[in-house]
């Protein structure tokens, strides 16, 4: 046979069978890739690599948010914690029934976050970055004023009372009304503050407000708590111990960390260049003055601002905000997916009318007591919405007060519950409504 005849039969073997080759490849690794995502989502035992397809899917869930925040321009935040919802377990336990008839669908509804604390180390830390970023872009003497102070204190006053008397008069008992009434009084200052930072509102003045009270409010709200968990034992001076105990050490946290935190950044960070060595002190000094707060009986997230608002004097803190901007984009969205995995479906569903009727208490409780306290420090009256609006959120702290209930044996499961979808309720509204008030006030959303 001629060489030529050979050579362009050569030719045509390589134009069918490497195309053939590659096209084979992608198919065999498309199944390959559904029978890893099936075997991970129904697995006969959770193992290592199940964890590592948590973390994937985490990110993936994070990547899938931004592409619909991008397509439908809505606010992040609730895209995010919608996702949340819609992978919680107790959403996809009330939608299997409808899909268990389907060809090539387990009966059972997958398990996909078999480790739950997994999910919560990632939330936490996206939490405490959240937090640092915001008080990255906060003054200290912005914060700690006496208008926010008044802002803070009838953010609290108002919702325990409201709160207090809503559980008794539905027939609750005395523990439960304390515990719903500590759960009105605190503010989960993530959601807000993500969506003041989305729309570039740090530097105004009623965010400032915002952010100020909201820091106030989240420790008055833990004092509030101390106070609770010793009220049912004992009502002598024993009782007050915890909380002059945490009163305390806030005090001496805040004024002592901003003094010592001060000292930190004009005699280290400011005097060496913006390099890795120079971001692993800053986050260090981050996530240090988070664990003391935590570890004294405050929230992580008070000493990450704390730091955060130290860092902002540093002649570095535009290029340390750039140079961590990386981790705020990859864990901040998910402490607020994991806010939507925490809501119970079922429970909204089956306590619907109270737990609307409470939800809608809280909002109006902060929307009127910050919001008087706003408008007597001279802002307007849509300033001062914004302001009671902006602290309506109770997100996690909430639930962690449901929760020392729940386990204390103080709140029954339906109890809990209702708390506990409140919090929810209270955080998804905002994004939406807090937008338009904003785009109301002249500033685009």
Same mark, same amino acid.
């Given at each position: 046979?001629?060489?030529?005849?050979?050579?362009?039969?050569?030719?045509?073997?390589?134009?069918?069978?490497?195309?053939?080759?590659?096209?084979?490849?992608?198919?065999?690794?498309?199944?390959?890739?559904?029978?890893?995502?099936?075997?991970?989502?129904?697995?006969?035992?959770?193992?290592?690599?199940?964890?590592?397809?948590?973390?994937?899917?985490? =990110?993936?869930?994070?990547?899938?948010?931004?592409?619909?925040?991008?397509?439908?321009?809505?606010?992040?935040?609730?895209?995010?914690?919608?996702?949340?919802?819609?992978?919680?377990?107790?959403?996809?336990?009330?939608?299997?029934?409808?899909?268990?008839?389907?060809?090539?669908?387990?009966?059972?509804?997958?398990?996909?976050?078999?480790?739950?604390?997994?999910?919560? $180390?990632?939330?936490?830390?996206?939490?405490?970055?959240?937090?640092?970023?915001?008080?990255?872009?906060?003054?200290?003497?912005?914060?700690?004023?006496?208008?926010?102070?008044?802002?803070?204190?009838?953010?609290?006053? =108002?919702?325990?009372?409201?709160?207090?008397?809503?559980?008794?008069?539905?027939?609750?008992?005395?523990?439960?009304?304390?515990?719903?009434?500590?759960?009105?009084?605190?503010?989960?200052?993530?959601?807000?503050?993500?969506?003041?930072?989305?729309?570039?509102?740090?530097?105004?003045?009623?965010?400032?407000?915002?952010?100020?009270?909201?820091?106030?409010?989240?420790?008055?709200?833990?004092?509030?708590?101390?106070?609770?968990?010793?009220?049912?034992?004992?009502?002598?001076?024993?009782?007050?111990?915890?909380?002059?105990?945490?009163?305390?050490?806030?005090?001496?946290?805040?004024?002592?960390?901003?003094?010592?935190?001060?000292?930190?950044?004009?005699?280290?960070?400011?005097?060496?260049?913006?390099?890795?060595?120079?971001?692993?002190?800053?986050?260090?000094?981050?996530?240090?003055?988070?664990?003391?707060?935590?570890? $004294?009986?405050?929230?992580?997230?008070?000493?990450?601002?704390?730091?955060?608002?130290?860092?902002?004097?540093?002649?570095?803190?535009?290029? $340390?905000?750039?140079?961590?901007?990386?981790?705020?984009?990859?864990?901040?969205?998910?402490?607020?997916?994991?806010?939507?995995?925490?809501?119970?479906?079922?429970?909204?569903?089956?306590?619907?009318?109270?737990?609307?009727?409470?939800?809608? $208490?809280?909002?109006?409780?902060?929307?009127?007591?910050?919001?008087?306290?706003?408008?007597?420090?001279?802002?307007?009256?849509?300033?001062?919405?914004?302001?009671?609006?902006?602290?309506?959120?109770?997100?996690?702290?909430?639930?962690?007060?449901?929760?020392?209930?729940?386990?204390?044996?103080?709140?029954?499961?339906?109890?809990?519950?209702?708390?506990?979808?409140?919090?929810?309720?209270?955080?998804?509204?905002?994004?939406?409504?807090?937008?338009?008030?904003?785009?109301?006030?002249?500033?685009?959303?």
């Amino acid at each position: 046979m001629p060489k030529r005849i050979l050579k362009g039969l050569g030719k045509v073997q390589e134009a069918v069978l490497k195309p053939l080759f590659y096209y084979s490849i992608i198919v065999l690794f498309i199944i390959l890739f559904l029978s890893v995502v099936r075997t991970s989502l129904f697995p006969a035992e959770a193992g290592e690599e199940h964890l590592i397809f948590e973390m994937v899917f985490l =990110f993936l869930l994070a990547i899938l948010a931004y592409s619909i925040v991008k397509f439908l321009k809505q606010p992040t935040v609730l895209i995010l914690m919608l996702l949340g919802v819609i992978m919680g377990p107790s959403f996809l336990h009330l939608i299997w029934p409808s899909l268990g008839s389907l060809p090539f669908i387990p009966a059972e509804p997958p398990e996909i976050f078999q480790h739950e604390e997994l999910v919560e $180390i990632f939330a936490q830390f996206g939490a405490i970055i959240l937090m640092f970023k915001v008080g990255l872009e906060s003054s200290i003497h912005k914060i700690f004023t006496k208008e926010n102070f008044i802002i803070a204190i009838l953010g609290i006053l =108002f919702p325990f009372v409201a709160g207090y008397f809503f559980a008794v008069y539905t027939g609750g008992s005395f523990l439960y009304a304390l515990f719903m009434g500590a759960a009105l009084t605190a503010t989960s200052v993530g959601v807000t503050a993500a969506i003041l930072k989305e729309m570039g509102l740090m530097d105004e003045r009623f965010a400032q407000m915002i952010m100020g009270a909201a820091i106030i409010d989240d420790i008055l709200s833990l004092l509030v708590l101390s106070l609770v968990m010793n009220l049912p034992t004992s009502l002598d001076a024993a009782a007050l111990e915890p909380f002059a105990t945490v009163l305390i050490y806030a005090f001496i946290f805040l004024l002592g960390g901003s003094i010592v935190g001060k000292y930190f950044v004009d005699k280290k960070v400011n005097v060496l260049k913006v390099r890795e060595k120079t971001l692993l002190y800053v986050l260090a000094f981050v996530f240090l003055y988070a664990y003391i707060a935590e570890f $004294i009986g405050l929230s992580s997230i008070v000493g990450a601002f704390l730091a955060g608002v130290l860092l902002n004097y540093s002649k570095h803190a535009e290029e $340390i905000d750039r140079r961590t901007r990386s981790l705020e984009i990859i864990f901040i969205p998910v402490f607020f997916i994991s806010l939507g995995m925490l809501v119970d479906v079922g429970a909204v569903m089956e306590f619907f009318w109270p737990i609307i009727l409470i939800s809608v $208490i809280a909002v109006l409780t902060k929307l009127v007591g910050c919001g008087i306290g706003a408008f007597a420090s001279k802002l307007n009256a849509r300033e001062s919405a914004l302001v009671g609006f902006g602290m309506s959120p109770r997100g996690e702290v909430a639930l962690i007060i449901a929760v020392f209930g729940l386990s204390s044996g103080a709140l029954t499961i339906p109890e809990y519950s209702i708390i506990s979808a409140m919090a929810f309720i209270t955080t998804i509204i905002v994004p939406p409504v807090f937008s338009r008030l904003v785009a109301g006030r002249g500033v685009s959303a």
